[in-house]
């Protein structure tokens, strides 16, 4: 029986895309480039993979770096050149995609960072984390701007500038304004 108000006959939403080298284990987070054609994995082995998405749908392989843990997120910069990563080893890693540079290490959470977000208009990145904060990075400074406390874990973040979301573990969803995120 057809979904009422949907005819999606003869539509394909099935397309197989093949990367190599491909992760070893599951894969946590996915983020194309706002950019370019380049997308970024974070897996479960610890892996952060980037490649670049041909026409026709062939990926080539274009860089990788480590983490010490199982890595689950990340996000890019607005300039399409920089990605962030974080995960299991309570860190973040900036890392210079196309310049081949090593990555920068921020260190501060005290339990895994589950979720990113680069505010482009405030040339910040906010990381969530399951240690119950969120932390605002000047990514030219080694400690957070700012530490706002969270009622529980961060299990997910979006934003839309000037809004950003926050769900919990408790079940709850908290808003912020981040032209004032400590009202």
């Given at each position: 029986?057809?979904?009422?108000?949907?005819?999606?006959?003869?539509?394909?939403?099935?397309?197989?895309l093949?990367?190599?080298?491909?992760?070893?284990?599951?894969?946590?987070?996915?983020?194309?480039?706002?950019?370019a054609?380049?997308?970024?994995?974070?897996?479960w082995?610890?892996?952060?993979?980037?490649?670049?998405?041909?026409?026709?749908?062939?990926?080539?392989?274009?860089?990788?770096?480590?983490?010490?843990?199982p890595?689950?997120?990340?996000?890019?910069?607005?300039?399409?050149?920089?990605?962030?990563?974080?995960g299991?080893?309570?860190?973040?890693?900036?890392?210079?995609?196309?310049?081949?540079?090593?990555?920068?290490?921020f260190?501060?959470?005290?339990?895994?960072?589950?979720?990113?977000?680069?505010?482009?208009?405030?040339?910040?990145?906010?990381?969530?984390s399951?240690?119950?904060?969120?932390?605002?990075?000047?990514?030219?400074?080694?400690?957070p701007?700012?530490?706002?406390?969270?009622?529980?874990?961060?299990?997910?973040?979006?934003?839309?500038?000037?809004?950003?979301?926050?769900?919990?573990?408790?079940?709850?969803?908290?808003?912020?304004?981040?032209?004032?995120?400590?009202?």
């Open positions: 029986m057809p979904s009422p108000g949907f005819d999606l006959t003869g539509c394909c939403f099935r397309c197989l093949q990367v190599t080298p491909a992760p070893e284990d599951s894969v946590s987070s996915l983020s194309f480039s706002p950019k054609n380049h997308l970024v994995a974070t897996s082995d610890k892996q952060v993979r980037c490649w670049e998405v041909l026409p026709g749908g062939a990926c080539q392989a274009k860089a990788s770096i480590s983490h010490d843990e890595v689950l997120c990340s996000a890019w910069k607005d300039d399409g050149m920089t990605v962030f990563s974080g299991c080893d309570k860190q973040i890693k900036m890392w210079p995609l196309l310049s081949g540079g090593q990555p920068t290490t260190s501060g959470h005290e339990a895994p960072v589950k979720e990113l977000a680069w505010v482009p208009q405030m040339n910040l990145l906010v990381s969530g399951w240690d119950k904060t969120l932390r605002y990075w000047d990514i030219r400074q080694p400690q701007v700012h530490v706002q406390q969270l009622p529980e874990r961060c299990y997910a973040l979006s934003l839309c500038y000037p809004l950003m979301v926050v769900g919990t573990a408790d079940r709850n969803i908290v808003v912020f304004n981040l032209q004032n995120p400590q009202a």
